[in-house]
């Protein structure tokens, strides 16, 4: 098994950012139709329906996306590693007594799943929270409609501005702060007017895409899609080649220097030779388990020997 064709992994990532972009698209379509002052509980009931099934195919999506490319992620590493230990001239150790025909398979299938797993765990759990935030956008348009109902009941014609400046402020739930002057000429909105002014704003924090809470922040859902895909393909890579390193009984690893390297903690490990263990005597323990070190990292790990170490020094 020495494929070292090289899998477009780039289009790959590309792949599943647009699967949530058009999501992303389809879902700002649906509570864009939705204004504050003919909203109702059964328009709002619809309209949350269409989404979770818009997020449910995003799952499905998501799940699929996962078992192929970390799986060919995977493949794609463990084939390299294998071809540069033949290269090195390592020798995979004979398998032991007793030892199972077809365990370092298992394991590799075990690692595969393990990878797939949690890339889908991932999604899922960002899925739902595009499904939180329309709800929290469906609320907001259900408390604006309540208000704007109250107000068109007291038969108020004008505000004053300061009023107007509240009443939106309140509107929109503390949730979008107004940061616009209302001059005194606005104190002459009339109740449509305000529902379009509040229209606008709650457009304003979905048009972004912005749909995706991870630990209390936004994100816009390609690029957090496409994140995860990157971080989640390079760590199941950097896994095959540990997981060789393990079936062949090689130990060292070296991150190799790339091109403008990402952070300046990669910069420190590039062009340096690990101890995958961490018990070589000469060698320090591969840091944090390999790359990919932070979000979007580039760096990779070859397997490299003492013998390979000695032929390059020479
Ligand atoms: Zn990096």
């Known amino acids: 098994m020495s494929r070292l064709g090289l899998i477009p992994k780039e289009e790959m990532v590309k792949r599943i950012g647009s699967a949530y972009a058009g999501a992303s698209r389809s879902i700002v379509t649906i509570l864009r139709d939705l204004n504050p002052d003919s909203y109702t509980a059964t328009a709002g009931g619809a309209a949350l329906a269409?989404?979770?099934?818009?997020?449910?195919?995003?799952?499905?999506?998501?799940?699929e996306w996962a078992r192929r490319s970390v799986k060919a992620a995977y493949q794609e590493s463990r084939g390299i590693a294998e071809t540069r230990l033949e290269a090195i001239g390592a020798q995979r150790p004979k398998p032991k007594k007793g030892a199972k025909a077809g365990s370092a398979d298992k394991r590799h299938k075990k690692?595969?799943?393990?990878?797939?797993?949690?890339?889908?765990?991932?999604?899922?759990?960002?899925?739902?929270?595009?499904?939180?935030?329309?709800?929290?956008?469906?609320?907001?348009?259900?408390?604006?409609?309540?208000?704007?109902?109250d107000y068109r009941e007291a038969s108020v014609q004008a505000f004053t501005s300061e009023a107007i400046?509240?009443?939106?402020k309140k509107t929109v739930a503390g949730a979008l702060v107004s940061k616009s002057k209302y001059n005194a000429g606005e104190a002459d909105l009339t109740s449509k007017d305000i529902a379009g002014k509040i229209r606008a704003k709650l457009l304003d924090q979905i048009g972004?895409?912005?749909?995706?809470?991870?630990?209390?922040?936004s994100y816009n859902v390609k690029s957090y899609a496409e994140l995860v895909a990157?971080?989640?393909?390079?760590?199941?890579?950097?896994?095959?080649?540990?997981e060789l390193a393990n079936e062949f009984e090689n130990?060292?690893?070296?991150?190799?220097?790339?091109?403008?390297?990402?952070e300046e903690i990669c910069a420190e490990y590039q062009g340096k030779v690990y101890s995958i263990s961490g018990k070589h005597p000469d060698y320090p323990m591969l840091p944090d388990g390999g790359p990919p070190f932070h979000p979007r990292c580039e760096c990779t790990l070859n397997l490299t020997s003492e013998t390979a170490l000695r032929w390059r020094n020479k």
């Not at 400046?165 to 939106?168: A, E, L, Q, T």
């Not at 972004?208 to 922040?217: A, E, R, S």
């Open 251 to 262: 130990d060292l690893a070296e991150i190799p220097r790339h091109d403008n390297p990402c």
């Open 208 to 217: 972004g895409g912005d749909f995706i809470i991870v630990n209390g922040k």
């Open 165 to 168: 400046k509240d009443y939106i």
């Open 230 to 242: 990157r971080t989640r393909m390079r760590e199941s890579q950097t896994q095959a080649t540990i």
């Open 50 to 63: 269409r989404v979770r099934a818009i997020v449910e195919q995003l799952n499905m999506k998501a799940a």
């Open 111 to 149: 690692a595969i799943a393990l990878a797939v797993k949690r890339t889908t765990r991932d999604y899922l759990k960002a899925n739902r929270t595009i499904l939180v935030t329309a709800g929290r956008y469906l609320s907001t348009l259900a408390y604006a409609r309540k208000k704007l109902d």
